[in-house]
């Protein structure tokens, strides 16, 4: 260690010059201790070195001034990085929140960096996205520009709005946005079929759309080409009729309930 002289010889001197002529006051604070010593720093500094022929002071203001750089925009934050891929939704799950990349970048892998108050997202090496940090509730974090077009028309919906407008035409329609909104591993993923099926309520009518809505939640139809296709059918129009119960048989190998008995 080269510099450990040059160290020892700076604290000997403020051993000397300052700490020396302390030893006999007393004091009450840290604020006065700080005081007194910043009383005898200028003399220290001021004082010429034979070896160096020169001040620390004035070396400082010819050698070290120049040199110093500003201090950070902002404090050093501290961050965790980790690995993950992105999902099908364009989205990376972060502590159960789901945040967006750009879709092109769907299944890759990437470099997340969580800091104290934001999410960054780098792909070699080159930051993609940035959000607002937002843990634990399961929800996402969707930047519009990192939708597909195809995705971009249903950016400002919510589960609770379309819910709201399927219940508005009718509680058959209601239950099978619902469901179909619950059976996604991402509310977002059934919106454009959920949009798709309300839609259907203009060219066909509410009673109709209500018609297929029960058929299609009877047979596990949770999709819009299964209700649009129950409406291009008529099968809405169709009820299947229940097997009509026959009459008893009768034969003689067959016991009576009085043979119980």
Known sequence: MPDKAKVEVGVLLVQRWIIAR????????LSEVNAAIRELLPRLNGKVSRHLGASRRTLFEQL???????????????????ERRVGLDYHVEVEKHYYSVPHQLL????????AARTIEIFHEGTRVASHVRTS?????????????????????????????????????????????????PHPEQGFRACVGIIRLAKPHGRDALEAAC?????????SYSSVKSI????????????????????????????YFH
């Open 22 to 29: 302390l030893r006999r006051r007393r004091f009450f604070s």
């Open 214 to 222: 029960q058929r299609a939640n009877e047979i596990g139809g949770l």
């Open 136 to 184: 634990g509730n399961r929800k996402h974090t969707t930047v519009p520009a990192h939708m597909p077009d195809s995705h971009r028309r249903y950016a400002g919906l919510t589960p609770a709005e379309l819910r709201r407008r399927a219940h508005a035409i009718g509680p058959n329609t209601a239950t099978l946005v619902d469901l179909i909104l619950r059976t996604k």
């Open 107 to 114: 299944k890759k892998a990437l470099w997340v960096r969580v």
């Open 231 to 258: 409406l291009q059918n008529n099968l809405h129009r169709h009820r299947p009729a229940k097997p009509a119960e026959g009459p008893a048989i009768t034969h003689p190998n067959i016991r009576g309930a009085s």
């Open 64 to 82: 070290d001034r120049p040199a110093l750089k500003p201090l950070p925009a902002s404090p050093f934050e501290y961050a965790e990085w980790f």
